[in-house]
């Protein structure tokens, strides 16, 4: 009992093992056909991936374009000016907090910046990891419960004297 079924080029499949519809009269030999709309055609990759490769390096030209522009207009501007540049801080016309600048001169007077800078970087892996590790257990099904009722329990073993204290006297 084998059955065929074929394809044709026009989205039709054709079983011949399928009964035939009830509103044709045809024999139970005649094969069944279901067609299936069409769908618009498709882009090929190498174009959608050609056309957008184009549209971003014309984005990245624009872009340098107006950079240069900006940079020729900024040279013949100070040419003509004859006056200093201002810094940033006094073309916005606000001054830094007094935490950067306590910050900057506590770095000025550090003598060792590779040795400060190393024990930064390594703090901040040492965060990092100790992060990883504690939610990887926090993950664990049974362990966070433990972990729970472990903590709630010595948050009473070391508050049970305070209590006992305020119950033995009665001016507290």
């Given at each position: 009992m084998a059955s065929s079924l074929s394809v044709s080029s026009s989205s039709t499949i054709i079983d011949s093992r399928a009964p035939p519809f009830p509103h044709r009269q045809a024999s139970a030999s005649s094969p069944s056909c279901i067609s299936l709309p069409t769908l618009p055609p498709q882009l090929l990759q190498s174009q959608t991936r050609a056309?957008?490769?184009?549209?971003?390096?014309?984005?990245?030209?624009?872009?340098?374009?107006?950079r240069a522009a900006d940079v020729e207009v900024a040279a013949t501007t100070t040419q003509v000016e004859a006056s200093p540049p201002a810094t940033n801080t006094e073309a916005e016309g606000t001054e830094l907090p007094d935490i950067v600048?306590?910050?900057q001169e506590a770095w000025e007077k550090v003598e060792d910046k590779y040795a400060i800078s190393s024990l930064a970087v390594s703090g901040f892996v040492a965060l990092w990891g100790t992060a990883g590790v504690v939610s990887a257990i926090d993950r664990l099904p049974l362990v966070p419960g433990v972990l729970e009722v472990v903590g709630i329990g010595y948050t009473g073993f070391e508050s049970l004297p305070d209590l006992m204290v305020c119950l033995q006297e009665p001016g507290i």
């Open positions: 056309a957008k490769a184009t549209a971003y390096c014309r984005k990245i030209v624009r872009n340098v374009l107006t600048k306590t910050v």
